[in-house]
Nanobody, 124 residues
Framework: QVQLVESGGGLVQAGGSLRLSCAASGRTFSSYAMGWFRQAPGKEREFVAAIKWGGRNTYYADSVKGRFTISRDNAKNTVTVYLQMNSLKPEDTAVYYC???????????????WGQGTQVTVSS
C-alpha cells in the first residue's frame, strides 16, 4: 500500500522555523521526484518546492526561495523528504502536502501520489 505521511506541522511565530517530514513507502520512491505543495484558506493550491530522485537538483517557488530548503533521504524501503522552513511569515500559513511523481514539475496534476497534509500556522 502506497503511503505518504507528513509530520512536523504546527503553530509558530513569525520569524520562526519548522521542519516538515514526509515518509513515503509502498513502492520504489527512490526513483521518483518528490515535492511539497500548499493550500491556504480560500486560495488555490500552489507549488512550494521539489527535488529530483538523486537529491542534487532542487526547485523552489519564488516566494520561499532563500527561506525554505528541501532535501531527501533515499533509504531502502522508505524515502523521507524534508522541508526546512526558516524565517516564516504569516503568509506561509497553509496546509502543506507532500507529493511524489515520475518527474519534477510545478503542476500539481502531474504528481501521482499525495499525502494527507499537515497544517502550518504562522502567527504575526
Amino acid at each position: 500500500q502506497v503511503q505518504l505521511v507528513e509530520s512536523g506541522g504546527g503553530l509558530v511565530q513569525a520569524g520562526g522555523s519548522l521542519r516538515l517530514s514526509c515518509a513515503a513507502s509502498g513502492r520504489t520512491f527512490s526513483s521518483y521526484a518528490m515535492g511539497w505543495f500548499r493550500q491556504a484558506p480560500g486560495k488555490e493550491r500552489e507549488f512550494v518546492a521539489a527535488i529530483k530522485w538523486g537529491g542534487r537538483n532542487t526547485y523552489y517557488a519564488d516566494s520561499v526561495k532563500g527561506r525554505f530548503t528541501i532535501s531527501r533521504d533515499n533509504a531502502k524501503n522508505t524515502v523521507t523528504v524534508y522541508l526546512q522552513m526558516n524565517s516564516l511569515k504569516p503568509e506561509d500559513t497553509a496546509v502543506y502536502y507532500c507529493v511524489a511523481g515520475p518527474s519534477v514539475t510545478r503542476t500539481s496534476e502531474e504528481y501521482d501520489y499525495w499525502g494527507q497534509g499537515t497544517q502550518v500556522t504562522v502567527s504575526s
